[in-house]
């Protein structure tokens, strides 16, 4: 079976949607320029990412160097922080806590998430032999500013979709909460 997207990514996710999601769906991209240690050479780092919000699934999906990370590494790491920490500042700043409540998990936000990432660099450090996952430390750095950064100004910037967002993973993280209630 041959593939084909037009737009890459954001018609993937597009697809994943079915034309449901509760946000537009949204594509973002920069290059980077650093490296893992002291002692090693500086590299690039191309990051490409579609995503959007949706209440009725949640997918997330890595690839580097045109292959898919089936267990994520570094642009998991990445995302988990970016995404959790952007979205519980916005939630903060906003005043939609009620008073003495936890804060957001990345559960919480992975539920509604549809995200894939693709990314390029000339060097890549893989966990293993399988090549399952990466840890460029660099690569992981570079992309959890970016998506934080990304994200926030996203926030500000689309007051309904980050109305949505936020109500969403609220919704989310306490039936999370009461689930882990009731089993107690």
Not at 25 to 50: H, L, T
Not at 111 to 136: G, H, M, P, W
Request: hydrophobic share 35%; aromatic share 12%.
């Amino acid at each position: 079976t041959e593939y084909f997207y037009e737009n890459g990514i954001l018609d993937y996710v597009r697809e994943l949607t079915e034309n449901q999601a509760l946000t537009m769906p949204q594509f973002w991209e920069a290059e980077r320029k650093g490296r893992d240690r002291e002692d090693k050479s500086d590299y690039k780092v191309k990051i490409s990412a579609a995503f959007c919000f949706s209440n009725k699934t949640s997918a997330l999906e890595y690839y580097h160097n045109s292959s898919w990370l089936e267990n994520g590494g570094a642009p998991d790491k990445a995302v988990k922080l970016a995404f959790t920490s952007a979205i519980d500042a916005y939630i903060k700043q906003a005043g939609k806590y009620q008073k003495n409540e936890s804060a957001i998990k990345f559960q919480d936000v992975q539920d509604c998430l549809i995200l894939v990432t693709n990314c390029f660099s000339t060097q890549t450090s893989y966990e293993n032999q399988t090549k399952k996952a990466i840890n460029n430390r660099f690569i992981q750095q570079a992309m959890t500013a970016f998506f934080k950064e990304r994200l926030s100004t996203y926030l500000i910037e689309n007051k309904d979709a980050a109305g949505k967002i936020v109500d969403q993973v609220l919704i989310n993280k306490r039936s999370r909460e009461n689930a882990e209630k009731t089993r107690q």
